[in-house]
């Protein structure tokens, strides 16, 4: 064992401090009200993949929110790069987070002179590799996905309470994942995750207007179709297409592509990764250890 810990470097406001010292206040109002937004973005074999995809959602969120971020493109792009430098790394997960910043104990914004920002970018532990041939069980769940009309899904904002919800009722299933429907019984998504559905060759995922957020892994999958010759497409999926799919999968940042087999005690398809499924993990592995910018 090592004879001292080394703690990780946080980027804070313009500054590197040592993760105990990298604190904020207790009136931020990321932390009162959940008001900010994030991202939570990977690095392969050193170099951080879809940056520019990510900054244009931070970006977009942010306005959605009316938060003007007080760093520009290129200064938040090299701040993420040297976060990753700063600590050695040449894999990992890097979580970016911008908060309305400190404000008094009301909820106006206008209170708040200056966001907060702070990345951090650590090493993750995976899922297990497991999950990528024996594929998540799954439930579908009470919470329904927030109205566009309530909190756009669109917005990667720090109020995920209605994912957690959602994430917590999974767990009482013994679900790996729990799937959201919307306000109309559609499917909207997974709480951290988009999904998709294989039917004859065709691949299916639902609307960013059904309640899902606009995924950068979910946005690569389009490309992605493309390279293994299938067709995508956007359409309003209910519970019975998945239980009837030849395929699931999910992506995101975290899961990466990873297949469902299982969905409300239905086995889906071969019940383990199918066919198609593992030509999209493969394409997507082989982007992620080839493509990205260069963090060294
Ligand atoms: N839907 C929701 C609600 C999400 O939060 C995705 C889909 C997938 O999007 P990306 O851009 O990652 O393809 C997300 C991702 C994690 C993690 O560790 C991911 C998210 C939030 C918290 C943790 O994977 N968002």
């Known amino acids: 064992m090592a004879l001292f810990m080394q703690h990780l470097k946080i980027y804070l406001d313009g500054a590197f401090v040592a993760e105990p010292d990298a604190k904020v206040s207790v009136f931020d109002h990321g932390l009162l009200y959940g008001d900010g937004v994030f991202e939570g973005i990977r690095f392969y074999n050193g170099r951080v993949f879809l940056l520019e995809e990510h900054l244009d959602r931070l970006y977009d969120s942010a306005k959605a929110i009316l938060l003007t971020v007080p760093l520009d493109r290129d200064a938040m792009r090299e701040a993420v790069l040297e976060t990753c430098r700063q600590n050695g790394l040449r894999d990992g997960y890097i979580r970016l987070v911008i908060t309305r910043g400190k404000g008094d104990l009301g909820l106006n914004p206008n209170k708040c002179s200056k966001p ?3 990345i951090i970018a650590a090493s993750i532990e995976l899922y ?3 999950y990528y041939t024996e594929g998540l069980r799954v439930n579908t769940v009470p919470t329904q996905r927030i109205s566009p009309a309530a909190l756009s899904p669109a917005i990667k904002s ?9 994430k917590i009722e999974g767990n009482l299933y013994g679900a790996q994942e729990s799937i959201m ?3 109309q019984g559609y499917v909207a998504e997974c709480t951290a995750d988009n999904l998709f559905v294989i039917k004859k060759g065709k691949v ?3 609307h960013i207007s059904d309640g899902a957020l606009g ?3 979910r946005r690569l999958m389009f490309d992605l179709a493309v390279e293994t010759g299938h067709e995508l497409r956007e359409a309003n999926l209910t519970r019975y297409d998945l239980f009837v799919a030849d395929e699931l999968f999910a992506t995101g940042t975290g899961a990466e592509v990873v297949p469902i087999s299982e969905v409300d005690g239905r ?5 383990r990764v199918g066919p198609v499924t593992e030509k999209f993990i493969a394409a997507f592995r082989h982007k992620t250890q080839n493509t990205g910018v260069p963090i060294y």
């Open 116 to 118: 907060t920002i702070f």
């Open 181 to 183: 429907l919307n306000q």
């Open 128 to 130: 297990p590799e497991k």
């Open 215 to 217: 995924g950068i892994t």
């Open 204 to 206: 299916f995922t639902p």
């Open 267 to 271: 086995k889906i398809g071969p019940g």
């Open 158 to 166: 720090l109020n995920y309470l209605n994912n957690i919800l959602a």
